[in-house]
């Protein structure tokens, strides 16, 4: 089994900045992508950045240039830095671990991936 911890939400104004982590244990090292999605109330849950083992990395459109995701050089944490927040990015953030090799589509769609964290809510105001 792979635990995932999310950390690193909160509120912010318009413009403001969050570095969310997704801290993993367990079974890790079976995973090979990882990912952030988002969930706002009564929307579905959308994929906004991911990321795998070889460092490649894919971004949703409404997020390119604003999220930026990385891992540390263990693998065992995941990052996701959002700069300039708007409040369309108001959410819940949650990571994810696929044990697959996902190609750029593949890596936003919460289809593929296996385990899932809790989540951190950011919520924004403008």
């Known amino acids: 089994q792979v635990r995932l911890v999310e950390s690193g939400g909160g509120s912010v104004q318009s413009g403001g900045s969050l570095r969310l982590s997704c801290a993993s244990s367990g079974d890790s090292y079976v995973t090979n992508s990882l990912g952030w999605f988002r969930q706002a109330p009564g929307k579905e849950r959308e994929g906004v950045a991911g990321i795998r083992r070889d460092g490649r990395t894919s971004y949703a459109d409404s997020v390119k240039g604003r999220f930026t995701i990385s891992q540390d050089n263990t693998g065992n944490t995941l990052y996701l830095q959002i700069d300039s927040l708007q409040p369309d990015d108001t959410a819940m953030y949650c990571c994810?671990?696929?044990?697959?090799?996902?190609?750029?589509?593949?890596?936003?769609?919460?289809?593929?991936?296996?385990?899932w964290g809790q989540g951190t809510q950011v919520t924004v105001s403008s």
């Open positions: 994810a671990a696929s044990r697959s090799h996902l190609s750029a589509w593949g890596l936003l769609q919460k289809a593929y991936f296996d385990y």
